[in-house]
């Protein structure tokens, strides 16, 4: 039976599958066209927090929009409790009449001591979570603060099919990399006194945007420091805003014929 409480799932290893080359060059190898067989498996292992709604098991039918949130660097290592010190995991566990703790998956993991965010391995915990939960795909939203703020400029460059938004704060990224991302909806928040990651990288990165033809949000708090955070995932309309979006919504009405 599926609890409805926080479940942390540290340690988990999940079997994924990649290209790789696992064996030697022939000897004498044939020449011509030949079939061969790529082979190798990878496993990665990472811890993170699984929170499920109250009423997921109502109805076994109902898929749920889920919000992947990546943390800064303070909760990096192999306690994933220290995850929920700071935004979604905390929003979750101390406000249930919240509206994210009500509606949303929320997959939080925990990025090991010393590293940053790959891509890659996060790209592989949404595809084990949309297996083994009822996830709807359009609804996908993902969501960093400061390390995790970088972290979702880099996922969604990588990835922009798989989000119907983004929010990143208090972070930073490639503007070279926007036109990756221009179709996306898009909500940057950055304290314009951060001492920690200076404002001027949002700046950059919604300039770039908005010279891209991109609709994107920015609230640039004055007088605010690194924690631009904290007020931001306690503001009941950033999940209004997240599921007034679904998936290539902005990309489907381009491609509709004019009446």
């Known amino acids: 039976m599926m609890t409805n409480w926080m479940i942390a799932l540290a340690g988990l290893s999940l079997p994924l599958f ?31 927090l699984l929170y499920l709604p109250e009423d997921y098991n109502k109805d076994p039918d109902k898929k749920w929009p889920l919000m992947l949130f990546l943390h800064g660097s303070g909760e990096r290592g192999d306690d994933v409790e ?14 249930k009449d919240s509206q994210l703790a009500k509606e949303f998956i929320v997959v939080s993991p925990q990025c090991p001591a010393g590293k940053g965010w790959k891509s890659d391995e996060l790209e592989w915990l949404l595809d084990d979570t949309a297996a083994h ?3 709807d795909a359009d609804r996908v939203y993902l969501t960093g603060l400061s390390m995790g703020g970088f972290g ?17 704060m208090c972070g930073g990224g490639n503007a070279a990399m926007v036109r990756r991302v221009k179709d996306l909806p898009i909500w940057v928040f950055h304290g314009d006194a ?15 945007l908005k010279d891209a033809g991109a609709d994107v949000t920015y609230t ?18 950033l999940y209004k805003w997240l599921l007034s979006h679904k998936r290539g919504e902005k990309k489907a009405a381009a491609a509709a014929p004019a009446k």
């Open 152 to 168: 979702t400029w880099d996922l969604a460059a990588n990835s922009p099919q798989r989000f119907a938004a983004i929010v990143p």
């Open 82 to 95: 220290k995850v929920k010190v700071h935004g979604p995991p905390k929003v979750v566990e101390q406000n």
């Open 194 to 208: 951060d001492p920690a990651v200076p404002v001027q990288r949002s700046d950059e990165m919604v300039k770039a």
């Open 18 to 48: 990649v290209l790789g080359v696992a064996r030697g060059a022939d000897a004498q190898p044939q020449t011509g066209q030949h079939a061969k067989v790529l082979d190798k498996q990878v496993e990665v292992k990472l811890n993170y």
């Open 220 to 237: 640039r708090y004055p007088g605010v420091g690194h924690d631009c955070w904290t007020r931001s995932y306690d503001n009941p309309e």
């Open 133 to 135: 939960y009822r996830v």
